[in-house]
């Protein structure tokens, strides 16, 4: 949770110096649900290179911090990896500066064709619809809709779909009862700790700003 956390406050610090060249908007990975790919604002394979640092693929560019794009699917009620891919720049013959998205799937799973993330339990963020509100910074664009996914350790437990307003205040009731949880006593601890961000309003509007990011199930109806 530390590198997480280290990331958006770093991401945070940098947007207000403007630093173009962390605050870029990301790629986002990608998954199949119900036969139809959508965009996520989460990272599924963020885990496992937690664990295997010395597995994560180098920075491509400012707007692919983690190197790499997933390709997810959800079949039956598990979570699989699919493809991972990595954008390659080029010069055509014409001496057109191109770009084209190559796998690096087998580089990291050789062995294996699907691979099912049982390493990950969260909450998925798939927005789309139309676009509400564009973000120069990581996932933080606004979309018309949303579906959120419940994962426990790579098995998909239950779908929850929202408009715009609807999301808004299901993360309003998700911190209210967040905020009474242990978990959430030690998050802001350790965020208490930074010392550019030990303001308690500011700890506190951060937290309910990413609650589904440090929630791992849906704690209200």
Do not use: C
């Not at 299901?170 to 009474?180: G, I, L, S």
């Amino acid at each position: 949770m530390k590198k997480t956390l280290s990331l958006i406050l770093i991401i945070l610090t940098i947007g207000i110096t403007r630093a173009e060249s962390i605050i870029t908007a990301q790629y986002p990975d990608k998954i199949i649900y119900e036969g139809k790919e959508f965009n996520l604002n989460s990272n599924p394979l963020e885990p496992y290179f937690d664990k295997n640092p010395e597995n994560r693929p180098e920075m491509t560019s400012t707007a692919l911090w983690r190197g790499y794009v997933g390709h997810f699917e959800i079949i039956g009620n598990e979570l699989f990896l699919t493809d991972m891919k990595k954008p390659v720049s080029y010069t055509d013959d014409d001496g057109n500066y191109k770009r084209k998205w190559v796998s690096i799937y087998k580089m990291y799973f050789p062995r294996q064709g699907k691979v099912r993330i049982d390493w990950f339990t969260g909450i998925l963020i798939l927005p789309h619809g139309k676009m509400v509100e564009y973000v120069h910074m990581g996932y933080a664009s606004t979309y018309s809709k949303y579906w959120l996914l419940e994962i426990e350790n790579g098995i998909f437990n239950e779908a929850r779909k929202y408009t715009n307003k609807e999301f808004v205040k299901f993360k309003k009731r998700q911190f209210e009862v967040f905020e009474k949880t242990e978990e959430y006593k030690k998050l802001y601890a350790e965020l208490k700790e930074n010392d550019e961000y030990n303001d308690d309003e500011f700890i506190k509007s951060f937290i309910s700003d990413f609650v589904i990011n440090y929630t791992t199930k849906f704690l209200t109806e």
